[in-house]
């Protein structure tokens, strides 16, 4: 597995869902090693953004719940505006993770989005005689196809790669509209597994209307620009106008069980985002029994009710905010039905085909 984004002893929420993806691998009978390129940086970039907190002081090699992890380091500017530079710097780690790894070999490798990671994993793949299968969730061609110099190179590595996964069915139509479309490309979500001990209905509230404290879970690190805090911020200020009381939590690097025991409590989660994958934490909200009320984003429209999913605007989303509230779940499906898509079952079986087809 091949990745930019996983945990690092300093911050163990980082790449979570890799993290699941490398856990269920383990499960399926699969002997899985790590490979987790992190940029060469100062202690005080990581302010920078969120999801770079505890990457400067990452050990070269260490085991992460069982797991084997190398993270080779390579040279990279802020934001890459020389992609050439960082492109090279991680395409030439191969002869280190090959020493690294003695005669260990992997018969599939597993990329985990593709900027800029994909380069190494295609290099590996050209030195071992292996496929190699690249994974995108969203920043890649919501973002990265856009950027000069970026664009050209995920495009490089898409139709490079022996299978694409897409994350979402909109990424899949994405990757199919480009001009030189991948070879194979399969639509896989990410794994929702909730435990039974955090599950609950989504029932409506039980609180008296306007006279309680209501508490909106905000699921996302406030830092990041993108999650658009202000418009949760905003829509608060809407619902104290109409007479509620109001008080927002947000998510930042709380561990799972943390993170679901905010789920348990929040009334709402509210998801503002200007681009998300899934997201991830609406589907885990709505199995611990807390409604979501969204913009019209990733791929929310798929499970959510229609009066969640909400234009981009506080008045909108206080409006859906009220609706989930008073009615709950009201679909004809349940929720477990809903999001079978993205069961442990459905994911497995999607990957066990997929990897079977590229060793037989």
């Known amino acids: 597995m091949v990745s930019l984004l996983y945990p690092v002893p300093l911050n163990p929420t980082r790449g979570i869902f890799v993290e699941d993806h490398v856990h269920l691998l383990g499960e399926m009978g699969h002997d899985v090693k790590v490979v987790n390129p992190l940029p060469r940086m100062p202690k005080y970039a990581e302010a920078r953004r969120s999801t770079m907190m505890g990457v400067s002081k990452a050990p070269r090699k260490w085991t992460h719940q069982g797991v084997e992890v190398l993270v080779p380091r390579f040279t990279a500017l802020p934001d890459h505006p020389y992609p050439r530079l960082t492109a090279s710097s991680i395409a030439r780690r191969a002869g280190w993770v090959e020493k690294k790894l003695g005669t260990w070999r992997p018969d599939i490798i597993i990329c985990h989005t593709l900027w800029p990671v994909a380069g190494l994993a295609e290099r590996l793949a050209q030195r071992w005689g292996c496929p190699w299968v690249g994974v995108v969730h969203g920043y890649d061609f919501d973002v990265g196809l856009t950027l000069k110099g970026v664009g050209s190179r995920i495009e490089s590595s898409v139709a490079s790669c022996n299978a694409l996964v897409c994350s979402s ?11 030189d479309p991948p070879e194979r490309v399969e639509t896989v979500s990410c794994l929702t597994a909730i435990d039974k001990e955090w599950r609950r209905p989504v029932t409506p509230m039980k609180k008296a ?30 619902l104290e106008a109409r007479g509620w009381m109001v008080g927002i939590t947000s998510l930042r690097h709380q561990p799972r069980d943390i993170v679901y025991d905010r789920m348990l409590t929040a009334d709402v989660t509210l998801i503002t985002s200007r681009r998300e994958a899934g997201p991830l934490v609406a589907r885990e909200s709505l199995l611990c029994g807390t409604p979501v009320v969204s913009v019209d984003v990733g791929e929310v429209a798929r499970y959510l009710p229609a009066p969640w999913v909400r234009t981009d605007d506080p008045e909108a989303l206080a409006d859906g905010i009220e609706a989930a509230l008073r009615t709950g779940w009201t679909e004809e499906e349940s929720v477990e039905d809903r999001l079978r898509f993205a069961s442990k079952e459905a994911v497995t079986q999607a990957w066990s085909e997929l990897l079977a087809s590229l060793v037989s």
């Open 169 to 179: 069915a909109r990424l899949q139509a994405m990757a199919n509209a480009l001009q």
């Open 209 to 238: 209307w306007q006279k309680e404290p209501i508490d909106i879970l905000f699921p996302a690190d406030p830092r990041r620009p993108e999650k658009r805090h202000l418009l949760a911020l905003q829509t608060g200020e809407v």
